[in-house]
């Protein structure tokens, strides 16, 4: 992968080193994928996941097996404008694999907000980290 790659591929796309891979890197995951749903565009959220990727949302009793699947969920989630924050995150790193779990707050468009648990468990491909398993539920309150 040339230097530039790394660069415009942003940290999906950056070369693991399993011993030098970062828990600020593993957290900056959750940046990019945030980012992505401020582009309101569920294709951009979807691609960060792995093909076979389970999705377990916070708002829907429906777990989502694929990319199709995923996409079809952010479009009604997107719609909502979520704008996410980490609360509290507890990251495990294990060679290509990496966890990243906690609390998060999302607030949308209309004000309101929703507190939940996720967990985020990423794999290194080869060329990039996706995405294999997302859950998420909502904080009894």
Not at 8 to 19: I, N, R
Not at 30 to 50: I, M, S
Not at 94 to 112: C, P, R
């Amino acid at each position: 992968m040339e230097e530039g790659c790394l660069v415009c591929c942003g940290l999906f796309g950056k070369a693991p080193q399993a011993s030098s891979v970062s828990e600020n890197e593993i957290l900056a995951l959750f940046d990019e994928w945030n980012g992505a749903l401020q582009t309101k565009d569920p294709k951009k959220v979807a691609v960060l996941y792995e093909n076979n990727a389970i999705l377990l949302p916070v708002d829907s009793n429906e777990i989502r097996h694929n990319h199709k699947e995923i996409e079809d969920y952010f479009v009604h989630f997107l719609a909502k404008e979520p704008v996410g924050k980490i609360d509290e995150a507890h990251i495990r790193i294990y060679d290509q694999t990496a966890i990243n779990s906690g609390n998060y707050t999302y607030t949308f468009k209309d004000g309101t907000s929703v507190q939940a648990q996720f967990t985020f468990v990423y794999r290194w491909n080869g060329e990039r980290w996706l995405i294999v398993e997302h859950h998420s539920s909502q904080i009894p309150g």
